[in-house]
């Protein structure tokens, strides 16, 4: 038993640090080593005998999916006392949004564009799971997505490479904590690496074909960052990537990661996607994917057993080399002395706040209010004033689901935690005003209309109508895509049914992605988009609709019209024939038995123009920002300095409120085509009713480089356009040059 040799050892010296790596080293056997890089289920709740077995052999070094306090702290005293040399377990989990007090789904933290909020968020998730004896979370998901059928979207950032790499450092910092060895701190693991996120058709687990030039100006980007901000393990991807399934790829695992970006935390493979490199028709057998997986670089296999059946053989065979077997041990072996675990395997709750202390659920509530986004406001329809109204009616299949509120990926939260819309309604306004509920339809995918007429009548007799419709959590997540992405079911049905009362009807949509909402936005006045907004939802939601806050989220992935537009995402490439208003033509415009015409000969659906609903970066608030006078501090500037760009900001609404406020830049010439605009940078301001602020952002031409057709990272002299302001298609823009 070896926890009480290392004891006293300063797991925080990098040399002493290594000392006890390759003492323990030193010590296993083949064996051993092989166990340490295998991850095996748990059960939950108890422990199989085969389990108890491996670990007693020294054959696991790691759990997954058990949270059940005592079985932990018995997995760790089998590995620590039972096992000939005495390592405790990582014991990994989806900790994805939350563990007990479930916050919104990354897509919804995504859209606070608050990393501050999202670290906090973070937080509370590790130290609650921590509580259950967790020291591992494979979180957090930042495969850019420009796809909103495929599930996963759910789980990501969005499809901005920057945005994504801000939130998701600031993800693995709540995680992980100032120390790893902190009370409450647990491992994250950036995933899936990479590409993922462009599975062909949306489709889930499909091909991705990627140039390497937009791997690396666009989905390797978070993942780079994620280095940067200590991630302490990554995940391989279960998608083949330009036809090398991700579990295999060494350009990714060694050239990528280990030689251009220096990594030093370890590899977990995804869920038995080393041996289902076999499916992908890219190995013949188990024993080949454990040879093509260990050679690329995946330290630990997860479920599958590929490892602990042939890793021995194929070592005796000379086809893997031991010093890559002892490089990928001491990865983990490294990981778990710096998370403490020799120093206490165990768990004990009794050093953790509360589950579902007030603080974190106060932390869930400002995540989920700064994550919904009023996408539209017609008539300043919002916020609801409680003295002008006698009654709302509340009506949908989600306006009372504390189970659907959570989203995908919530395996611990308890629906009666949550809070719904309409108890959080109540509760505001309840003594006021008249709440006149109705479901009107049973699921958001009942086929029925029996409900409607009762929702009609609570809709005549109210004086406003707040709609809560939009997805069930399962419609979303891993391997949950649609092809369609409408409201399902009948939904649209009844917001026509609805809309002919004359009413104004707010609607409050609850959904896993960007759902195209074309058919609706004129039959309603305003649009609060919610997401999955977690255990706090209600309160959150009806904290905005009454105005006791304002709205400030802001799209995190653009909103499509219909899904025929997609791919559509605002950093595009301009092509050699835009579009603009003048030249994209409409269908309905064109005669019947039209002539060949060379109108409109530019980049644009016929049927949809080439505009989506809502762009990336849009989002309303009760306040009324202006912005003004874009200024650069120079004209020009040479590689290597920096530039100010500065905004005056306005508020000239009747409230205070908060504004993201943007910065886009594109490069006007490049050695390869260059997106039409790119997120540089963004800041939360709050303004008062009638306050001006000066927004100033610093851009040094580093922030201008990109990779170049020769894969080389450059900044190129030549010209650049930028913007400042509330969305990706805000209008004021100055230029500045860049020379040698
Ligand atoms: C998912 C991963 C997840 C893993 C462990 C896989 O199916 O793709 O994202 O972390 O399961 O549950």
């Avoid at 919104?104 to 999202?118: E, K, M, N, R, V």
């Avoid at 295999?248 to 995804?270: A, H, K, P, T």
């Avoid at 399962?474 to 409408?486: P, Q």
């Amino acid at each position: 038993m070896h926890s009480i040799k290392f004891l006293h050892q300063d797991i925080h010296d990098e040399g002493s640090l290594k000392n006890m790596v390759s003492e323990l080293l030193s010590q296993m056997g083949l064996d051993e080593k092989i166990g340490q890089m295998s991850q095996l289920c748990g059960s939950g709740g108890w422990i199989p005998d085969h389990l108890a077995d491996a670990i007693r052999a020294g054959r696991v070094g790691s759990v997954l999916n058990e949270v059940d306090l005592d079985t932990v702290n018995e997995l760790q005293r089998l590995a620590v006392e039972e096992s000939r040399l005495g390592i405790p377990l990582l014991n990994g989990r989806d900790v994805i949004h939350g563990f007990k007090t479930i916050l919104p789904i990354p897509l919804g933290q995504a859209a606070s564009w608050d990393p501050t909020i999202i670290s906090e968020g973070a937080r509370i998730s590790a130290v609650e799971a921590a509580s259950a004896g967790v020291n591992w979370t494979f979180a957090p998901m930042i495969d850019i997505t420009r796809d909103p059928r495929w599930g996963r979207i759910a789980e990501s950032l969005g499809e901005d490479p920057y945005l994504c790499s801000v939130l998701g450092s600031a993800m693995i910092k709540g995680f992980q904590g100032a120390d790893l060895d902190e009370n409450g701190s647990i491992a994250a693991c950036a995933k899936h690496f990479a590409g993922y996120g462009a599975a062909e058709g949306g489709r889930d687990y499909n091909t991705a074909n990627i140039p390497e030039n937009e791997m690396r100006n666009v989905h390797l980007r978070p993942f780079k960052a994620a280095v940067d901000a200590d991630a302490a393990t990554f995940m391989s991807a279960f998608c083949d990537l330009n036809g090398v399934p991700a579990s295999g790829n060494s350009w990714l695992m060694d050239q990528i990661l280990r030689q251009e970006w220096e990594y030093d935390g370890f590899v977990v493979s995804d869920w038995e996607s080393i041996v289902e490199m076999t499916v992908h028709g890219f190995t013949g057998d188990d024993e080949q994917a454990a040879l093509e997986a260990v050679n690329a670089g995946i330290d630990m296999e997860m479920a599958s057993s590929t490892y602990r059946d042939h890793l021995e053989n194929l070592v005796a065979a000379g086809k893997v080399d031991l010093k890559q077997i002892d490089k990928m041990v001491s990865r983990i072996l490294e990981l778990k002395f710096k998370l403490g675990l020799f120093r206490d395997p165990y768990t004990n709750p009794e050093n953790y706040p509360e589950l579902l202390n007030e603080s974190h659920l106060q932390i869930a509530k400002e995540a989920a209010v700064k994550s919904c986004v009023l996408l539209q406001n017609k008539n300043r329809v919002l916020p609801l004033k409680k003295t002008a109204l006698n009654s709302v009616a509340l009506i949908g299949p989600l306006a009372d689901d504390g189970y659907e509120q959570m989203g995908t990926w919530v395996f611990d939260g308890d629906e009666a935690n949550s809070i719904s819309c309409l108890s959080a309604i109540k509760e505001l306004a309840g003594s006021e005003l008249e709440i006149n509920y109705a479901k009107g339809i049973e699921s958001t995918r009942y086929k029925d209309q029996d409900g409607f007429a009762e929702a009609v009548q609570a809709a005549e007799k109210s004086d406003t109508v707040i709609m809560v419709l939009g997805e069930e959590s399962f419609m979303s997540g891993e391997a949950h895509s649609r092809a369609n992405i409408d409201l399902p079911g009948q939904q649209e049905e009844l917001i026509n049914a609805i809309a002919t009362t004359g009413k104004p009807i707010v609607l409050v949509v609850l959904a896993g992605r960007p759902l195209t909402l074309d058919k609706v936005v004129d039959k309603v006045d305003a649009i609060l988009y919610a997401w999955h907004p977690g255990t706090m939802g209600g309160p959150a939601i009806a904290d905005l609709i009454f105005g006791v806050e304002s709205p400030s989220g802001k799209l995190p992935v653009t909103f499509p019209k219909a899904v025929g537009q997609i791919p559509i995402y605002y950093a595009t490439k301009n092509t050699g024939r835009p579009p603009s208003d003048e030249s994209c033509i409409q269908m309905d415009d064109v005669p019947a038995r039209a002539p060949q015409t060379s109108l409109g000969m530019a980049s644009f659906h016929l049927d949809a123009g080439y505009k989506p609903l809502f762009p990336f970066g849009h989002g309303l608030s009760y306040g009324e920002f202006h912005y003004v006078k874009i200024t650069t501090s120079r004209s020009h500037i040479a590689l290597g300095e920096s530039i100010d760009i500065a905004v005056d900001l306005i508020n000239t609404g009747e409230r205070q409120a908060e504004e993201v406020v943007q910065l886009y830049v594109r490069d006007l010439v490049g050695n390869v085509t260059r997106p039409i605009k790119e997120l540089k940078g963004f800041k939360r301001i709050k303004l008062n009713p009638g306050q001006r602020e000066r927004v100033s952002f610093s851009l040094h031409t580093d922030d201008l480089a990109f990779y170049d057709r020769n894969m080389q990272l450059i900044t190129e002299p030549g010209q650049f356009h930028v913007w400042i302001g509330g969305n990706s298609e805000a209008p004021l823009w100055a230029e500045f040059e860049v020379h040698e």
